[in-house]
T-cell receptor
């Protein structure tokens, strides 16, 4: 069964550093998403991406965050200057088309900011 | 905010059917009901979705009431591996529409 692959599985970074979380969506999927889950809390939407541009972003997704699909296969989330409160599991997801199919989520990257 | 209400926890004996209820009384005509589950801190896993008709796949069945204000996810023969948090999510149609997760139902399957 096709999978969404996320790397690294765990990243530790110092506060103020930039991090890039990487995702390889399923190859024939058109819609891409990032979500995050702070330990013990709900899964929260960050951003959706389609046709090489952001479709929707949440209030969490401020100027410190950016997304990119640099080469047609990878989908990245960049956090420019990490804060302690950015520590969370970050999940990438992809979807074949609008609402007729479900998302496939990756297994996540655990980001720890120290 | 999530538009759904689910019980915080349920227990089910292995081999029995698990029936997980969900209320979505403010659902709009063009909104789908989706079910996902999350095992430990893994990525959420898609289970099933529907608009107004009942749906069945290899994992589960989804029963949606005629007025669409509530639904039930049925796992016909629960196993220990079905222990997870189950999320009922109302999702609008449209390009790249998001999922709004609530707190879900923690299903514990026991021997």
């Amino acid at each position: 069964e096709p999978e969404v692959t996320q790397t690294p599985s765990h990243q530790v970074t110092q506060m103020g550093q930039e991090v890039i979380l990487r995702c390889v969506p399923i190859s024939n999927h058109l819609y891409f998403y990032w979500y995050r889950q702070i330990l013990g809390q709900k899964v929260e939407f960050l951003v959706s991406f389609y046709n090489n541009e952001i479709s929707e972003k949440s209030e969490i997704f401020d100027d410190q965050f950016s997304v990119e699909r640099p080469d047609g296969s990878n989908f990245t989330l960049k956090i420019r200057s990490t804060k302690l409160e950015d520590s969370a599991m970050y999940f990438c997801a992809s979807e074949r088309s609008g609402t007729n199919y479900g998302y496939t989520f990756g297994s996540g990257t655990r980001l720890t900011v120290v | 905010d999530a538009k759904t209400t689910q019980p915080p926890s349920m227990d089910c004996a292995e081999g029995r059917a698990a029936n997980l209820p969900c209320n979505h009384s403010t659902i709009s005509g063009n909104e789908y009901v989706y079910w996902y589950r999350q095992i430990h801190s893994q990525g959420p896993q898609y289970i099933i979705h529907g608009l107004k008709n009942n749906e069945t796949n290899e994992m589960a069945s989804l029963i949606i009431t005629e007025d669409r204000k509530s639904s039930t996810l049925i796992l016909p023969h629960a196993t220990l591996r079905d222990t997870a948090v189950y999320y009922c999510i109302v999702r609008s149609t449209g390009t790249a529409s998001k999922l709004t997760f609530g707190t879900g139902t923690r299903l514990q399957v026991t021997l």
